[in-house]
C-alpha cells in the first residue's frame, strides 16, 4: 500500500522531477528514508500523506518517542488547505488520529496516531512508578473514558473530573498524578483548563523551535536568501535532534519559506512579507 | 488569405515577441469568428509582465457565470471599442470603421471616465461578448454588472490615476467611506495623532503635473488637528446621512461631530481606552453606538438621549472588536481580547451563542464547496451524536456502582434563554480577536485572530466552517478592519506591510498588494467604484483601482496634444 501510495504520488509530481521520480521511486521502494524530498513534496489525500510522513519519522537515539506529524507539514503536502482540515477533523472524530497543541509558537499542532499515542502512553505510564498504587488506577480511567470520548486538545477541569469519575472516586491527587506523569498540562491562561499533551516530548518540541531558528538563519546567511533543496537536504542540523526534512515541511506549511522551482530543481526562498 | 493557419502565426508571433495585426476579411466574418479573433497581444516589459503569449478569448458558446454583486446599469461608448480594438492589434482605421459598423447597439458605461482609463484586457473581453449578449438579451443587465464588477474586483493594482495627500502626522487607525443610498462619496480617516480629515473620493482637487501621467490628488476636504487628546482608534460616519461622524480615542472619549461646523455635539466618558466603536446601519427602532473598551463590559450609548443605555456584560478581558449584524438590528457581535467571540440580543441580557473554533460543521451542514476526494462522503453521514462536543459523550456500556462524585463547581446559569454560561470558556482563537467583519447577506463572519488565524464561522449555526486561508501573519498589538466585497467572494485582510486578498470560500490567496512601508491596519473596500483603500502606520492612504494598461497612459498624453478623442459612433460609415 504504501509503495502503490509512494508510486501514484511520485507521479502527482511536476513535470520536470517526474522522469527523475519514477526510476527513483522504483530503487528506492524498499528504503523509504532515502527518497529525495523533492520528489514527494505532495500528495493528494491527507491520509496518504500521514501515512507517508510517519514513515518519514526520523529516527531518535536519545528518546524514544512515536512519530508524530505536524500540522503546518500536511499544509506543505497536500495543497487544498481547507480540505487538510476537514479531514483532520473528520480522522479526529473516527479516533484514528489524535490532535494535541503544541506550545512552541502559535498555533503549533501535533498529529499522532491513535495506536501510537497508546503506545507512548504505556511507555510513560510505565517509567513513572507512582508512589501510591491506589492512584495509579487513574490511569486506566484516563484512557477507557477520557480519551475515548473527547477528542479536541484541551479539557475542563469538571469535565475531567465528570469523566474520571466513571471509573472510581476521583480527588485532586489523581488528577495531579496525571499531570505529572506527562499526560495533562495546565493551560496558562486558565487554571481550569488543561491541554492533552505527548508524555515525554519536551526535550523534542526543544529541538524543533531551535532547530526552526537555526534552519532559518542558514538560509537567511546566503546572498540571496535562497537555497537549491537537494544542496539544503544535506546539512545537518546541530541543535535539533530531527532531521532537517522534518523542519522544510514544517517551515513551508507555516509560510516561512517557499519553493520556487528552477532550472536546477527546486529552491528554497525565505519568504518576505 | 494567410498560407499558414492562425494559430501557427500568433505562435510566431509570440515567439518573435512581435504585435500582430488581424486581418479582417468582410466575407469570412461572422459573428463568432470576429470575436475569436479579436485576440489581445502584450509586449513583453508593458504593463502586464507575467503574460508573454496571447491572451484567448473565451469560447463564445460559453456562459458567463458570475458571482452575485450589485453594480449599476451602464452603458459603454464607442472610445471604450476604439481603445480596445486598437491596443488588440494596431488595426488601421478602415478595419475600426469596420468593426464599429457592426456595432448595432451602444451603450455608454457610467463610469465610463474610469473605463477608458482603466480595465483590464480579460475585462474588455469579457465585456465584448457580454454586450453582444446583451444586445440580443440572452444576458441580463443585472448579470452584465456582476460580471464587470467582479472582474474589476479581482484586477486591483495600485493606482496611478488617483492619490489622497494625508496630512496625517501618525499611523492611519481607521477608514471608512459613508454608507448613504447610491453614492459613498466621502472618506473619514483617522489617526494615532488625534486628527481627523475627510476626503472626497469623486472630486480631485488639483492633479500633479508630470508630463506623461496626471495624477489627480484629493486633498482633505477639512482636517481637524486636535480633535482628541491620545490616538484615535476608530472614526464612522453616522450611517444615515453625512452629517454627522463619531469618534472613538484611547483618551477614553467617543466624540460625535457635526461634519458641516466641525465641532463636537456630545461626548461619552469611558472607563478605559476604546478600541472600537459600530453603529448598526440597519436600526430604524434605535440609534445606539456599541463601544469596545479595554474594560470588559461593552457600552451601549444611545444618540437620542445622550447617555448610555446598558452594558453588556460576559467577556473575561477586554473587548478589541465589534460589529453589529447586517440581517437584524438588535444582533451586536464582539470579539474579545480573551479569544471568545459573542453575540448578544441587546433587547435580553446575557449572551446567546458564543463560537468555539473546535466546533465544526461537521454532521450539521455539508461543507460550502464540493469537493471531489470520496473521503468526505463519509464526514457527512457520521452519527449525529457526534455533532457536538458539548453533548454527552459516547460512554462504552458499564455498570454504574453508587459512588461519590467530587465535588464540581455549583452549575451556574440559568435557563434563560438569552444566557449563554459565563463560564463557557470557548475561545474562538487563540489569541485576541482584532477583526470582525460580517457578509453582506448575514449568513457568514469572519473573523481574526492575533493567532494569525482568519475564520470563517456559519452564523446560523455557530459553528467554524474550517476553510484555511492560507499562511499569513496578522500584527498583534491593534485592531484591524477587515473588507469583504458584498458578493461575498473576496476578503482583504492587512497582514503587516502588505494586504492580502483571499477567496472567501476556498481560502486560496488571490493577490497580495505590497505598497506600504510599514504595517497596513485597516482597508476599506468602495463597492460603488471596486476601488480599495488601505492605510497604515507609514501615514499613507493609499488607493488601489482596477488596474490600467500602460498603453492608454500613452494615449492619454497624445489626447492632450490635441488628438480628437473620438466619441462618436461611426456605424453609419
Known amino acids: ?273 | 488569405m494567410l498560407e499558414e493557419t492562425e494559430d501557427e502565426y500568433l505562435n510566431r508571433c509570440a515567439a518573435a515577441a512581435q504585435d500582430f495585426v488581424d486581418f479582417l476579411d468582410e466575407e469570412d466574418v461572422d459573428d463568432d469568428e470576429y470575436f475569436h479573433r479579436l485576440m489581445v497581444y502584450h509586449k513583453p516589459g508593458g504593463s502586464d509582465q507575467t503574460r508573454t503569449r496571447p491572451v484567448p478569448f473565451p469560447d463564445p458558446t460559453q456562459t458567463v457565470d458570475e458571482p452575485r454583486g450589485v453594480v449599476r446599469v451602464g452603458f459603454i461608448t464607442g472610445q471604450v471599442r476604439h481603445e480596445a480594438q486598437r491596443r488588440a492589434g494596431q488595426a488601421s482605421p478602415t478595419e475600426q470603421h469596420f468593426v464599429w459598423s457592426r456595432v448595432g447597439f451602444v451603450f455608454r458605461l457610467v463610469c465610463s471616465s474610469r473605463l477608458r482609463r482603466g480595465g483590464r484586457e480579460e475585462l474588455y473581453m469579457w465585456t465584448w461578448k457580454a454586450l453582444n449578449q446583451r444586445e440580443d438579451g440572452s444576458l441580463r443587465p443585472s448579470a452584465f454588472r456582476r460580471g464587470v464588477v467582479s472582474s474589476r474586483a479581482s484586477s486591483l493594482q495600485l493606482s496611478n490615476a488617483k492619490e489622497f495627500i494625508s496630512l496625517h502626522r501618525g499611523a492611519i487607525n481607521s477608514l471608512e467611506i459613508d454608507s448613504t443610498e447610491g453614492e459613498g462619496r466621502y472618506l473619514l480617516s483617522a489617526a494615532s495623532d488625534g486628527t481627523v480629515a475627510v476626503f472626497d473620493t469623486h472630486r480631485p482637487t488639483s492633479s500633479s503635473s508630470s508630463s506623461s501621467t496626471s495624477i489627480a490628488q484629493h486633498h482633505p476636504l477639512f482636517h481637524l488637528p486636535r480633535a482628541h487628546k491620545f490616538a484615535i482608534s476608530r472614526a464612522l460616519w453616522y450611517p444615515v446621512d453625512t452629517g454627522l461622524f463619531i469618534t472613538a480615542s484611547f483618551d477614553h472619549y467617543v466624540k460625535l461631530w457635526d461634519t458641516n461646523s466641525t465641532q463636537v455635539v456630545l461626548d461619552y466618558k469611558l472607563p478605559a481606552k476604546v478600541y472600537g466603536i459600530a453603529m448598526s446601519s440597519i436600526a430604524t427602532s434605535h440609534s445606539l453606538i456599541a463601544t469596545a473598551t479595554a474594560d470588559v463590559q461593552v457600552r451601549l450609548c444611545d444618540l437620542a438621549s445622550g447617555a448610555f443605555a446598558h452594558t453588556l456584560s460576559g467577556h473575561r478581558d477586554g473587548v478589541m472588536s465589534l460589529e453589529w449584524s447586517s440581517s437584524t438590528e438588535f444582533v451586536l457581535i464582539t470579539g474579545g481580547c480573551d479569544g471568545a467571540i459573542r453575540f448578544w440580543d441587546i433587547r435580553r441580557p446575557g449572551t446567546f451563542l458564543l463560537l468555539d473554533q473546535s466546533l465544526s460543521q461537521l454532521g450539521t451542514r455539508p461543507p460550502l464547496l464540493p469537493t471531489p476526494t470520496p473521503s468526505n462522503n463519509e464526514s457527512t453521514s457520521l452519527p449525529a451524536s457526534s455533532k457536538s462536543s458539548s453533548s454527552t459523550p459516547i460512554l462504552p456500556a458499564q455498570k454504574r456502582r453508587s459512588h461519590k462524585k467530587i465535588q464540581l463547581k455549583p452549575p451556574t446559569q440559568s435557563s434563560h434563554p438569552g444566557m449563554a454560561s459565563s463560564q463557557n470558556r470557548a475561545t474562538a482563537h487563540y489569541g485576541a480577536v482584532n477583526g470582525l467583519r460580517a457578509t453582506a447577506d448575514g449568513f457568514y463572519l469572519l473573523s481574526s485572530g492575533s493567532d494569525s488565524r482568519l475564520r470563517l464561522w456559519d452564523i446560523e449555526s455557530g459553528r467554524n466552517t474550517l476553510v484555511n486561508y492560507e499562511a499569513m501573519s496578522i500584527q498583534t498589538s491593534k485592531p484591524i478592519q477587515l473588507a469583504v466585497t458584498p458578493d461575498s467572494s473576496l476578503v482583504f485582510v492587512p497582514c503587516l506591510a502588505s494586504l492580502k486578498a483571499y477567496d472567501l470560500w476556498s481560502g486560496t490567496t488571490i493577490n497580495t498588494y505590497r505598497g506600504h512601508y510599514e504595517s497596513v491596519n485597516c482597508c476599506f473596500f468602495n463597492a460603488q467604484d471596486q476601488e480599495l483603500y488601505t492605510g497604515s502606520n507609514d501615514r499613507q492612504i493609499l488607493v488601489w483601482s482596477p488596474s490600467i494598461p500602460a498603453a492608454t497612459q500613452i494615449e492619454e498624453a497624445d489626447s492632450k496634444g490635441g488628438i480628437t478623442s473620438i466619441d462618436q459612433d461611426n456605424w453609419s460609415d
Not at chain 1, 524543533?208 to 535562497?226: D, F, M, P, V
Request: a positive charge.
Open chain 1, 1 to 273: 500500500m504504501a509503495e502503490s501510495s509512494q508510486s501514484k504520488s511520485g507521479g502527482k509530481k511536476r513535470p520536470r522531477s517526474e522522469s527523475e521520480g519514477d526510476p527513483d521511486a522504483d530503487a528506492d521502494a524498499a528504503s523509504l528514508q532515502s527518497i529525495q524530498l523533492e520528489n514527494d513534496l505532495n500528495f493528494t489525500d491527507t491520509a496518504i500523506a500521514l501515512q507517508m510522513m510517519k514513515a518519514q519519522f526520523p529516527k531518535l537515539d536519545k528518546v524514544v518517542v512515536r512519530p508524530f506529524i505536524l500540522r503546518s507539514q500536511l499544509y506543505s503536502s497536500v495543497k487544498d488547505r481547507t480540505q487538510v482540515d476537514r479531514d483532520l477533523e473528520s480522522l479526529k472524530k473516527e479516533a484514528v488520529v489524535r490532535v494535541f497543541k503544541l506550545n512552541t509558537g502559535k498555533d503549533d499542532h501535533a498529529i499522532m496516531f491513535m495506536d501510537d499515542y497508546l503506545a507512548q502512553m504505556e511507555n510513560a505510564v510505565k517509567r513513572y512508578d507512582a508512589k501510591d498504587k491506589q492512584l495509579s488506577d487513574v490511569f486506566d480511567w484516563f484512557k477507557q473514558y477520557v480519551i475515548k470520548s473527547k477528542t479536541d486538545v484541551s479539557i475542563s477541569h469538571p469535565e475531567l473530573c465528570s469523566l474520571l469519575s466513571n471509573g472510581g472516586d476521583v480527588t485532586e491527587k489523581h488528577v495531579t498524578l496525571l499531570i505529572n506523569a506527562g499526560l495533562l498540562t495546565c493551560q496558562l491562561i486558565d487554571q481550569n483548563l488543561y491541554w492533552f499533551v505527548i508524555p515525554n516530548i519536551g526535550s523534542i518540541l526543544k529541538g524543533l523551535s531551535q532547530g526552526r531558528k537555526e534552519l532559518l538563519s542558514l538560509i537567511n546567511r546566503t546572498k540571496y536568501k535562497e537555497m537549491v533543496l537537494a544542496n539544503l537536504e544535506k546539512k545537518r542540523l546541530r541543535l535539533s535532534p530531527l532531521d532537517i526534512r522534518f523542519h522544510i515541511r514544517d517551515l513551508i506549511g507555516s509560510g516561512l519559506l517557499k519553493t520556487v522551482q528552477s532550472p536546477i530543481g527546486l529552491l528554497i526562498r525565505l519568504s518576505r512579507d
